[in-house]
C-alpha cells in the first residue's frame, strides 16, 4: 500500500474558496437586509405627510369643482367635472362627430414643441 498522500494546490484552493464563501453569505445579507430596510416615520415627518396630503385633497376639489384656465395662450380652460359630464352626454349623440372634435382637442393641447434653431457653427 502507498501511503503518500499528497494534497494537491487545487483542491486547497477549492476548500478555501468554499469556506470564504460560507463564511461571505450571512454577511452579504445581513449587508442587503439593511441596505434595503426602510426607516421609521418620525413624528414630524409623519405630520408633514398628513399636511401635504391635506393640501393636496383640497386643491383637488378645488380643481374639480371651479372654472380655471390650463393654458391662457392657447385657449384652454378646465371645466368643472359635473359639467364636464354634461357636455360629454350632449357630444355623445353622435360618436363620429364626438371623436373627431375629442381628437382636434388633443391636437391642440398637447401641440409638439417648436423645432431647435440650426446651429450656426458646427464647432459649438
Known amino acids: 500500500m502507498n501511503d503518500n498522500r499528497t494534497i494537491d494546490f487545487r483542491t486547497v484552493v477549492f476548500v478555501i474558496f468554499i469556506t470564504a464563501a460560507f463564511l461571505a453569505m450571512p454577511w452579504l445579507i445581513y449587508r442587503e437586509r439593511h441596505k434595503t430596510h426602510a426607516q421609521a416615520i418620525g413624528y414630524a415627518r409623519a405630520q408633514e405627510r398628513a399636511t401635504a396630503l391635506e393640501n393636496v385633497r383640497t386643491n383637488g376639489a378645488a380643481m374639480l369643482t371651479t372654472y380655471d384656465w390650463r393654458n391662457k395662450n392657447e385657449g384652454i380652460v378646465r371645466i368643472p367635472i359635473d359639467r364636464a359630464k ?10 363620429a362627430a364626438e371623436r373627431k372634435e375629442m381628437l382636434a382637442r388633443a391636437a391642440k393641447a398637447f401641440a409638439p414643441p417648436p423645432k431647435q434653431p440650426a446651429k450656426a457653427n458646427p464647432y459649438e
Do not use: S, W
Open 86 to 95: 354634461e357636455l360629454y352626454i350632449q357630444e355623445a349623440q353622435d360618436p
